[in-house]
C-alpha cells in the first residue's frame, strides 16, 4: 500500500470518525482524573479502575444477559475501586503515588485472574457472551454525507464523553461543590479554615474520578470491543494524564489534548497498513505524548520570556517615570 | 462588672501528642467591644490558645464560654456559628479565586443549583462600604497587595457574621502606613460593635491599638491589664521574664573594603516575571547594609539569586573581586559568603537531622570533618557541643533531631553555623522573623558583633524597626528595583521609608548614584 492511500485514508469522514471513537477511553478518564488533579489528589489509578470497570461490565452484562446491568455494575466496582484509594491515601495516610501503583498492579493481576477462574482463558473474555451498548443513529442527520459519517452512528459512550465534557467544565467552575473542590485543590488549608471538609471533597474528587474513569473503561470492553483482553487499557490511563497537564489543567484543554492523543492513535492505525515495523507504528501514540509536552512546556517558557521582554521594553520606555501606588 | 464577659476562656490545658504543653491553665477574658491584644514569645501558646477559641485545636482540659454560656467548638464552623472570625498570619486565601469568590468561599451564594456569581459581587462591594475597607471584587486575590488581601480575610470573617475577630499578627506583612491603615479599619469595626483580639510580639503596636492586653509565655497567662497603666518595658519584662534590650547597642561603623559589589543585576522568574531590575549596591567590609521593603519586592529572589540558589538572567556580583552569579551555592559558600535564609524550615535546616549534623553541612567535606573517606564523628561531636555552647542553643544535646527545637532555637543553629564559617560577607534574611524576643536579642546582637569585626552584612528584613536599628545603611527595593538609598538611617523616618516602601516616592538613580 502506499502512502497515498494512508493519505487518503487520513482526509475521510470514517478517518474523523475513528478518532472521535478511539478518543472515548482517553477523554472520559482525563475528565475523571482533571477533578482529582484540581482537588490536590492526583489519581494515577485511572488505568487500574479502567481494568476493572471493563472486566466487571463484561462479566455482569454475560452472566445476566443485560448490557444495562453491566454498564451499572462495572461504574459501581469501578467507582468503589477508586475509593480505595481513597481510603490509603486520605484516610490512613499512604502516599497516593504508591497507593495508586499498588492499584494498577492488582487491577492487572486480578483481572486475569478473576477472567481464568471464570473462563479458563488468560488472554480474553471472547468466550462469553457478553453485550455491546448500543450505536446511537441520529435520525435526518445519519443520511447526511460525511458529517452523518463523522457524526452518527457511534457507541453511546462517544457522545456521552463530550457532553461530559461539558458538565464537568459547569460543575467546576460553577457549582458550590466544583468550587470547593477547586479551592481544596490549591490551598486546603484556607478550604478547611472556612469549614470545608478537605477530606470529604477530596474523597467524592478520587469517586468522581473513578465513575468517569470506569466509563472509559467501559466504553473499551463494551462498545470499542465487545469483550474483555488482557491489559486491554494499554496504558490508556497513563496518557489520560498527559493530557490533563497538556490540556492546562482546564476541561476544555483536556478535551483537546484526549482528541489529540486519540488523533495520534487513529493515525497509527492508518499506518498500520503501510512497510513499516508495527512496533514503530505502535510508538505513535505514546512518542507524540512525550513530543506533545515538550512542546507544549518549551512553547509555555518561550511565551514567559516574551512576555517579560516586553513587560521590561515597556518599563524602560516609561523610564523611571514609572512609579504607581498599590 | 455584672454581666458575664463576652469571651471567658478557663483553665485551659492543651498538651499536644508529642508531649508539647502548649497551654498550661490559661484563663483569658475579652469584654465586649474591646480591642484586646495578647503579646508573648513565639511559642508562648497565643495561637494555641486562639486555634482553641476558633475550634481548629480542641483543648486537653478547660472550658470556654460565650456570653456566659459554655461552649464546645468542633469545628471552626462551630466558632463561625458562634459569631467568631480569624484572619490567619498566613493568608487562607485561595490565589486564583477572586476576592468576592474569596469571602463567599463556603457559603456561596447560589441561584438554582449555581453558584450565584452576581450576588457574591455585590455581598462584597456592600460589605466593603459597610466597614470602610476597600477591596476590587472581581481582581483576582493573586495579583492584589497584600494590604488587599488581609482587607479580604477581614471580610470575609464579617461575611460569616463575625462578631469577634481574632487577628494573628496582622501587621507583620504591611509597611507603616498599611498598618495605620489597619489600625483605622479596626477602630471602625469596633465603633461598629464589633471586639478585636489582637496577636502580636510588637510591642508598640499594642501601646498604639489596644485597651487591653495580655502576655503570655511559656503556655501561661503572666497577666491581663489595661494598655494605658502598661509600659512597653513592663511588658517586654513580663514577656521575657527579665529585662530585655529592645534597641541595640551599635558602635559606629567603620566600612572598610568593598566586599559585594551587585551591578545591573537583573533576575527574571520561571513564569517571565522580572523580579530584579539593574540592582546595584555594595557591601563593604564592616557596615549593615539594610534592604527594608514590603515583601514580595524581589528581596527573597535577591538573596537567591546572590547566593546561588536561582541562576540570574543578566548583571554581576562580585564578592572580593570574584564573581559569584550562577555559581553553584557551594561555590559561593567557598568564596566566603554565609547564609542564614528567610525560610529555615525548608532552606536553612535539615529538620530530622540531628543539630550537630545541621551544624556542618556547609563544610563535612572539608578536614577536620573529614577524615579519608569518612566523617570524624569524634571531631562533629566537639565541634557540636562548642557552639551549643557559644550559641546558647537551648537543647537536651547535639544528637536530637533539629525539629524537636523551638523556632528561636533553631534559628540559633543556623547562625551558629553561619556565623562560625568566617564568612567575608553575611547574608541574613529575616533573621529574626518568628522567633521570640530573648532570640532576637542575642541574634541581632550577633550581627553587630560579626560587623564591628570587619564581615560585611546584608541585611534584609520585612521588619522596619529591625533594618533601622542594625542597619548602617539603607535601601528600599520596590517592584524589583532600588529606588532609595540612605546613608545615614538616623535621618529618616519610619513614615518616609514606608512611602519608598509602597512606591509612591522614589529617588532617582543619579541621586543614588553616590552611595550605591
Request: cysteine-free.
Amino acid at each position: 500500500m502506499s502512502i497515498g492511500l494512508v493519505l487518503r485514508g487520513i482526509f475521510s469522514a470514517l478517518f474523523v470518525a475513528s478518532v472521535l471513537r478511539i478518543s472515548t477511553p482517553l477523554i472520559l478518564p482525563a475528565l475523571g482524573g482533571l477533578i482529582s488533579d484540581l482537588a490536590g489528589v492526583i489519581n494515577i489509578a485511572l488505568e487500574g479502575i479502567m481494568l476493572v470497570a471493563a472486566f466487571t461490565g463484561v462479566v455482569v452484562s454475560a452472566y445476566t444477559q443485560n448490557v444495562w446491568l453491566g454498564v451499572l455494575a462495572g461504574l459501581a466496582v469501578g467507582t468503589l475501586f477508586s475509593l480505595i484509594l481513597a481510603l490509603f491515601h486520605l484516610y490512613l495516610k499512604t502516599d497516593i503515588i504508591l497507593a495508586g501503583i499498588a492499584l494498577n498492579i492488582m487491577a492487572q493481576g486480578g483481572t486475569v485472574f478473576l477472567l481464568f477462574t471464570l473462563t479458563g482463558d488468560k488472554g480474553s473474555s471472547a468466550s462469553l457472551a457478553s453485550g455491546t451498548v448500543p450505536r446511537v443513529v441520529i435520525p435526518l442527520l445519519h443520511d447526511v454525507p460525511v458529517l452523518g459519517t463523522i457524526l452518527s452512528g457511534h457507541h453511546i459512550f462517544t457522545y456521552l464523553a463530550f457532553l461530559l465534557a461539558v458538565v464537568v467544565a459547569v460543575f467546576l467552575y460553577r457549582t458550590p461543590l466544583g468550587t470547593h473542590l477547586r479551592a481544596v485543590g490549591e490551598n486546603p488549608e484556607a478550604a478547611a479554615s472556612v469549614g470545608i471538609n478537605v477530606v470529604r471533597v477530596q474523597t467524592i474528587a478520587i469517586g468522581l474520578s473513578g465513575l468517569l474513569a470506569s466509563l472509559g473503561g467501559l466504553s473499551l470492553s463494551m462498545a470499542y470491543l465487545s469483550f474483555f483482553q488482557n491489559n486491554m487499557t494499554a496504558g490508556r490511563g497513563f496518557i489520560a494524564l498527559a493530557a490533563i497537564f497538556l490540556g492546562g489543567r482546564t476541561p476544555w484543554g483536556t478535551l483537546l489534548a484526549a482528541v489529540f492523543f486519540g488523533f495520534a492513535d487513529a493515525l497509527a492505525n492508518q499506518f498500520g497498513s503501510l512497510q513499516v515495523p508495527p512496533q514503530w507504528v505502535q510508538m505513535i501514540p505514546y512518542a507524540a505524548t512525550v513530543i506533545a509536552l515538550v512542546v507544549y512546556n518549551v512553547r509555555r517558557r518561550r511565551q514567559a520570556i516574551e512576555r517579560a521582554r516586553r513587560m521590561q521594553e515597556q518599563l524602560h520606555a516609561q523610564g523611571t517615570a514609572f512609579g504607581g501606588g498599590d | 462588672m455584672s454581666s458575664p464577659p463576652l469571651i471567658e476562656m478557663r483553665d485551659i490545658v492543651k498538651v499536644y501528642p508529642n508531649g508539647v504543653v502548649a497551654n498550661d491553665g490559661v484563663h483569658f477574658t475579652v469584654e465586649p467591644g474591646e480591642i484586646h491584644a495578647l503579646v508573648g514569645e513565639n511559642g508562648a501558646g497565643k495561637t494555641t490558645l486562639m486555634k482553641i477559641l476558633y475550634g481548629l485545636e480542641s483543648p486537653t482540659q478547660g472550658e470556654i464560654r460565650l456570653r456566659g454560656r459554655p461552649v464546645h467548638f468542633r469545628s471552626p464552623l462551630d466558632a463561625i456559628a458562634h459569631g467568631i472570625g480569624m484572619v490567619h498570619q498566613n493568608f487562607m486565601l485561595i490565589p486564583s479565586f477572586t476576592v468576592a469568590e474569596n469571602i463567599v468561599l463556603g457559603q456561596e451564594p447560589r441561584h438554582r443549583m449555581l453558584v450565584d456569581r452576581e450576588a457574591a459581587l455585590q455581598i462584597t462591594r456592600e460589605l466593603s462600604q459597610q466597614y470602610g475597607l476597600r477591596v476590587e471584587a472581581e481582581a483576582v486575590v493573586d495579583s492584589v497587595p497584600v494590604g488587599m488581601r488581609q482587607r479580604v480575610e477581614i471580610l470575609k470573617t464579617l461575611y460569616r457574621g463575625a462578631e469577634i475577630l481574632i487577628l494573628d499578627e496582622p501587621t507583620a506583612v504591611l509597611t507603616p502606613q498599611e498598618t495605620q491603615e489597619l489600625f483605622q479599619a479596626i477602630r471602625a469595626l469596633v465603633a461598629q460593635g464589633k471586639t478585636v483580639i489582637f496577636i502580636t510580639h510588637k510591642l508598640r503596636e499594642v501601646k498604639e491599638i489596644s485597651d487591653r492586653v495580655t502576655v503570655m509565655r511559656n503556655g501561661r497567662v503572666m497577666g491581663t491589664l489595661p494598655t494605658a497603666q502598661a509600659t512597653t518595658d513592663q511588658l517586654a519584662r513580663m514577656m521575657v521574664g527579665r529585662d530585655v534590650l529592645l534597641t541595640v547597642e551599635k558602635p559606629p561603623a567603620q566600612p572598610g573594603e568593598p566586599v559585594l559589589e551587585v551591578r545591573d543585576l537583573t533576575y527574571v522568574s520561571e513564569t517571565g516575571r522580572t523580579m530584579l531590575r539593574d540592582v546595584r549596591f555594595t557591601v563593604r567590609a564592616g557596615e549593615i547594609l539594610g534592604v527594608a521593603g514590603v515583601e514580595g519586592n524581589g528581596q527573597t529572589e535577591l538573596v537567591e539569586v546572590l547566593t546561588g540558589l536561582r541562576p540570574a538572567t543578566g548583571g554581576s556580583a562580585r564578592v572580593r573581586g570574584r564573581e559569584i552569579l550562577n555559581a553553584t551555592p557551594r561555590q559561593v559558600r567557598l568564596s566566603g559568603v554565609a547564609h542564614i535564609p528567610e525560610d529555615r524550615l525548608n532552606n536553612g535546616l535539615a529538620l530530622t537531622a540531628t543539630i550537630n549534623e545541621n551544624l556542618i553541612v556547609d563544610r563535612y567535606f572539608r578536614p577536620p570533618f573529614l577524615r579519608g573517606l569518612f566523617i570524624d564523628s569524634q571531631v562533629v561531636q566537639e565541634h557540636g557541643v562548642r557552639l551549643i555552647q557559644a550559641f546558647d542553643i537551648r537543647a537536651p544535646g547535639g544528637d536530637v533531631p533539629v525539629a524537636s527545637l523551638s523556632g528561636g532555637n533553631m534559628q540559633k543553629v543556623i547562625v551558629a553555623r553561619e556565623f562560625s564559617a568566617e564568612p567575608v560577607l553575611l547574608i541574613a534574611a529575616q533573621p529574626t522573623r518568628g522567633i521570640d524576643v530573648g532570640a532576637t536579642e542575642f541574634i541581632r546582637r550577633q550581627l553587630v558583633e560579626k560587623r564591628s569585626g570587619g564581615t560585611a552584612v546584608l541585611l534584609i528584613s520585612a521588619d522596619l524597626a529591625e533594618v533601622m536599628s542594625l542597619s548602617d545603611r539603607l535601601v528600599v527595593m520596590y517592584e524589583g528595583q532600588i529606588t532609595g538609598v540612605f546613608p545615614q538611617v538616623d535621618r529618616v523616618s519610619e513614615e518616609e521609608l514606608g512611602l519608598y516602601m509602597l512606591g509612591l516616592r522614589r529617588q532617582t538613580p543619579e541621586e543614588m548614584e553616590a552611595y550605591l
